[in-house]
């Protein structure tokens, strides 16, 4: 089977989405709604989406649009057909009846429903063409999460699931696994009751939603939002639609049902308009007081909101073990909550899948968990588990479990790709090395560093891990969201607090002596990039050797916006590429100017596409569709440069004063338009100083070491601000930039 043309009916957010990834990879897509101003409008709401469906924005108009009246006979052309309408059954009901009538003979047709069966949606199909429905369940949104669920039945043709298994692996870039017809197939299924099990134990323990999302997120490997910021990310409207839902189609006595039932408090909520961040609020809420915006939290008990308070339960690392372990609140919480999502999860093998580990991988791709539910328990530890567990009987799984007490059930990882996944690979190293900040997975010949703190955020032991694996060829990959949010703020301002400014200054020594290492190493260094890689993260891969990159990224050199410059070789780098361009060669003011403006105003770059104009990425560089490839493309890189030898040293020769003086001008006018204020002055004109290459003319040589030290003293100069540790801060305490 050939997939070249698809349609997709239906252009709301899903489909949408998915036509906007079809375009992402290059496949030929028509958008068809009632009326094609519908769909006009859907594909400019895709032209300007943020954070952006397109990869490529000037390939927008790839996606041909028309209405399911006067230009249906696009399905005629078709090799896949995806539904993506309101989820109303007669809707699509109709809708199939006008496809099966007009396809091509074999053509595969699907609808992207969440939660209605295939027998229902397939009732009124013949069998040869019911061979040919199937469901493909897409996660919103569609280009940035990775779980694809393509559900079938008996009345599948198996080949033709499995070549469009393949198809939206290979093509599509997704993690693409195959369940059976139940209600809520995979990730739903045991997502949404994780959530319902994390809310209904917060308010039997009478935890604070603030206390629940503490722990119910980044402590378990969970997304920060928690339980209550995730319900109001997600509608609390729309979530009880889910439930009714699963109400309707499980049997009353699955274990689900005790936790869908409705709230009270949850109720008000939706009956008053609190329906989340779409409404006036939701657990959470945004009040406007004298002194500003307010974030205000929900009291479960009284349902009256009083300002957030942040919860520090001491613990910045996933290590469940210690978690379940606490004597307090939070790890009977913890250990409630983490017990009965692998006792419901476990209880549904084989049923919705007979590999245990397709729902952990569901977990990961669909709600970007850091482990599933037998991940945990394979980390909480066998025997460890059943000391403290209780009512499993009738749960097979665990049954078999409880007499092997076997701690290595897990076994192989990922089996619903047959791609060599870093998962698979790194339980295979012959020895492990590294510290609390990266993982060195050593091999016979070549070794893989994987950071592990938060975001991904690098510290002396990042580098030290990366300056250790040098001794073979080195790929520089996660398996987290992150490729790396840069340098540890938190780590930085810890000295900074304390006055001890030696401490912060030795640490960016090394962290550029690291990266030296790894440009100049008699060995390849790979770095294969997926998500944020910003700032140090940045210039850990700008000094490497090679580039593999997943194609959803966010990179850029952001130092400036909490008032400081790259100082580990991110300047130095970029000014490198940009004098390497015929622009440069005829006027040795253009590199200087032209990396002035990328690093002053934090340009980031959403996709290698938009990367590679501003010289983050080079077009050698790869790009690649589906992330579980990032280490198979890596460790072909390192088998084509077997005769690598390590790039010669640079040298500059750079204008100083002259084309600072042109900076300058370019600062004024921004300072009398208000645009930047006084502190974005002295950061810009630090900047400005390394970027002309300091007190120099165009005849000295610059060598690499003495812009090393240009870029340390400036940032040792703006660090030491008391302008600048507030604006850090202010970066920490909130999420978001301090704005002049």
């Not at 489909?15 to 030929?28: E, F, V, W, Y």
């Not at 004597?327 to 245990?356: C, H, M, N, Q, R």
């Not at 540890?488 to 001890?500: C, R």
Request: glycine letters at 6%; one cysteine or more.
């Amino acid at each position: 089977m050939d997939i070249k043309k698809v349609v997709v009916i239906g252009s709301g957010t899903m489909g949408s989405g998915i036509a906007a990834h079809l375009c992402n990879a290059n496949i030929p897509v028509t958008l068809l709604d009632l009326t094609t101003e519908i769909s006009t409008n859907a594909r400019d709401r895709i032209f300007k989406s943020r954070p952006p469906l397109l990869i490529d924005k000037t390939k927008i108009n790839n996606i041909k649009v028309g209405n399911i009246s006067d230009d249906f006979d696009v399905v005629k052309q078709a090799d896949w057909i995806v539904e993506a309408v309101v989820e109303r059954i007669d809707i699509k009901h109709q809708i199939y009846e006008k496809i099966f009538k007009s396809r091509k003979d074999g053509a595969i047709v699907s609808s992207n429903t969440s939660s209605i069966p295939i027998k229902v949606l397939s009732e009124h199909l013949s069998e040869n063409e019911k061979k040919d429905f199937c469901i493909t369940h897409f996660f919103n949104p569609v280009r940035y999460m990775g779980l694809l669920e393509i559900v079938k039945n008996e009345n599948n043709d198996l080949n033709k699931i499995n070549d469009l298994k393949k198809f939206c692996e290979v093509e599509l870039g997704k993690g693409a696994i195959v369940c059976n017809d139940t209600p809520g197939f995979l990730g739903n299924r045991v997502g949404v009751y994780a959530m319902q099990i994390a809310m209904t134990e917060a308010f039997k323990m009478r935890l604070s939603v603030e206390e629940a999302d503490a722990i119910f997120g980044r402590p378990m490997g969970i997304p920060k939002t928690g339980v209550f910021g995730l319900y109001d990310l997600i509608g609390i409207d729309l979530m009880a639609d889910v439930l009714k839902s699963f109400i309707k189609e499980l049997p009353k006595e699955d274990k689900f049902q005790i936790v869908a039932k409705e709230i009270p408090l949850v109720k008000k909520l939706i009956d008053t308009g609190y329906t989340g961040r779409k409404g006036k609020g939701g657990f959470y809420r945004i009040n406007k007081s004298e002194s500003g915006k307010v974030l205000e939290a929900l009291n479960l008990e009284t349902g009256e909101y009083s300002p957030s308070k942040k919860i520090d339960i001491k613990s910045d690392k996933v290590d469940l073990k210690n978690l379940i372990s606490r004597d307090d609140k939070y790890g009977e919480y913890a250990w409630s909550v983490i017990s009965k999502i692998i006792k419901y999860a476990s209880s549904l093998v084989p049923e919705i899948t007979k590999e245990f580990n397709d729902i952990d991988e569901a977990m990961r791709l669909g709600f970007n968990w850091a482990k599933g539910p037998f991940e945990m328990l394979e980390e909480i530890g066998v025997k460890n588990f059943f000391d403290k567990v209780d009512d499993y009987q009738g749960n097979q799984f665990l049954e078999n479990l409880s007499k092997t007490k076997n701690e290595d059930f897990y076994g192989e990882r990922q089996k619903y790709t047959e791609i060599e996944t870093l998962g698979k690979v790194k339980r295979k190293a012959i020895s492990l090395d590294g510290n609390s900040s990266a993982q060195i997975y050593r091999f016979d010949d070549y070794n893989i560093v994987e950071f592990t703190t938060k975001a991904n955020a690098l510290d002396y032991d990042s580098m030290d891990a990366l300056k250790k694996a040098t001794d073979k060829p080195l790929i520089i990959i996660n398996e987290s969201m992150q490729f790396s949010a840069g340098v540890n703020l938190t780590y930085t301002m810890d000295f900074a607090d304390k006055g001890d400014f030696r401490s912060i200054e030795k640490f960016i020594k090394y962290f550029q002596e690291t990266c030296k290492t790894l440009k100049y190493s008699r060995h390849p260094v790979v770095s294969a990039p997926s998500g944020l890689t910003l700032g140090g993260g940045f210039e850990v891969l700008v000094q490497s050797n090679f580039v593999a990159s997943h194609t959803n990224i966010v990179i850029g050199l952001v130092e400036t916006i909490v008032g400081l410059i790259p100082a580990g070789g991110g300047c130095k780098e970029m000014l490198a590429r940009w004098m390497n361009t015929e622009d440069a060669q005829k006027n040795p003011n253009f590199a200087p100017l032209k990396v002035f403006d990328i690093i002053g105003y934090g340009k980031t770059a959403t996709s290698p596409v938009e990367a590679v104009p501003m010289k983050y990425l080079m077009p050698d560089d790869k790009q690649i569709m589906n992330r579980n490839s990032l280490l198979e493309v890596s460790k072909e890189i390192l088998n084509n440069n077997k005769d690598f030898k390590a790039p010669s040293e640079l040298v500059f020769k750079l204008p100083g004063e002259s084309v600072r003086g042109e900076m300058y001008k370019i600062l004024d006018k921004l300072y009398n338009d208000k645009i930047i204020l006084d502190h974005g002055m002295e950061v810009a004109k630090e900047l400005a100083f390394v970027l002309s290459g300091g007190d120099t003319t165009i005849d000295k040589e610059i060598s690499e070491d003495a812009f090393f030290k240009l870029e340390l003293d400036a940032f040792m100069k703006l660090i030491e601000t008391k302008k600048t540790q507030d604006r850090i801060k202010h970066t920490l305490a909130t999420g978001k930039p301090l704005v002049n």
